[in-house]
């Protein structure tokens, strides 16, 4: 089964400056898809980005950007730029190429982001 | 913007009653998922359903739990007889097609068993 593990359960960063945060998972499938997921106070969760295992290249998107490392299977992600907005839950996940219709997400224990003014 | 709704926001039961807790997924999505989320834990999958039947369950997912869509837009999850480990918060998520089958998740609902 796989699993993710982000080893950091809180993180704090000043507003305008840039924070990463880090994800490592473990699987012995070749292709698969990992996301990064927000979850702020109001508790919603909200993709944050996105990566195909089998694309090199890292995804960004606006001030969010990773490190996805496969070898090393560690999907880290950095926020530029650092808002007051971003303060949130953070949490990594996994997903299979899929299995005929399931394409159950695993997420990590996520990590708290506090960004101060 | 589509978005998948919950209701309601937050249920209170007591020990060994039923419940259900409701979502209304993004109309054009075909993948339906519960996950829950213990405070202070990760979040957990739960169910996804596909095409009217359950296509994976997790362990946590036994006999007391049932998912049904029952009129073409609603997806429910009932739990027959809960418990006090049952409090948590629910997520419903809906995905549609294509390679990343992205799943929208809902804002939850927060069940708490007295």
């Known amino acids: 089964a796989q699993t993710v593990t982000q080893s950091q359960p809180e993180m704090s960063v000043q507003e305008a400056e840039t924070v990463t945060l880090s994800c490592t998972y473990d699987?012995?499938?070749?292709?698969?898809?990992l996301f990064w997921y927000k979850q702020p106070p109001s508790r919603q969760m909200i993709l944050v980005i996105r990566?195909?295992?089998?694309?090199?290249q890292n995804a960004t998107e606006n001030r969010f950007s990773v490190n996805f490392q496969k070898a090393a299977k560690s999907f880290s992600l950095k926020i530029s730029d650092s808002q007051l907005g971003d303060a949130a839950m953070y949490f990594c996940?996994?997903?299979?190429?899929?299995?005929?219709?399931?394409?159950?997400?695993?997420f990590g224990k996520g990590t708290l982001l506090t960004v101060n003014p | 913007e589509p978005e998948v709704t919950q209701t309601p926001s937050h249920q209170v039961t007591q020990m060994g009653q039923e419940v259900i807790l409701r979502c209304v997924p993004i109309?054009?999505?075909?993948?339906f998922y519960w996950y829950r989320q213990i405070l202070g834990q990760k979040v957990e999958f739960l169910v996804s359903?596909?095409?009217?039947?359950?296509?994976?369950k997790s362990e946590i997912f036994d006999d007391q739990f049932s998912v049904e869509r029952p009129d073409g837009s609603n997806f429910t999850l009932k739990i027959r007889s809960t418990k006090l480990e049952d409090s948590a918060m629910y997520f419903c998520?809906?995905?549609?097609?294509?390679?990343?089958?992205?799943?929208?998740f809902g804002p939850g609902t927060r069940l708490t068993v007295l």
């Open positions: 359903f596909y095409n009217n039947e359950i296509s994976e």
């Open positions: 996940a996994y997903r299979s190429p899929g299995r005929g219709s399931n394409y159950k997400l695993t």
């Open positions: 109309s054009n999505h075909l993948y």
């Open positions: 990566q195909e295992a089998y694309k090199q």
């Open positions: 699987t012995s499938e070749s292709d698969y898809y």
């Open positions: 998520a809906s995905a549609g097609t294509g390679a990343y089958n992205e799943q929208f």
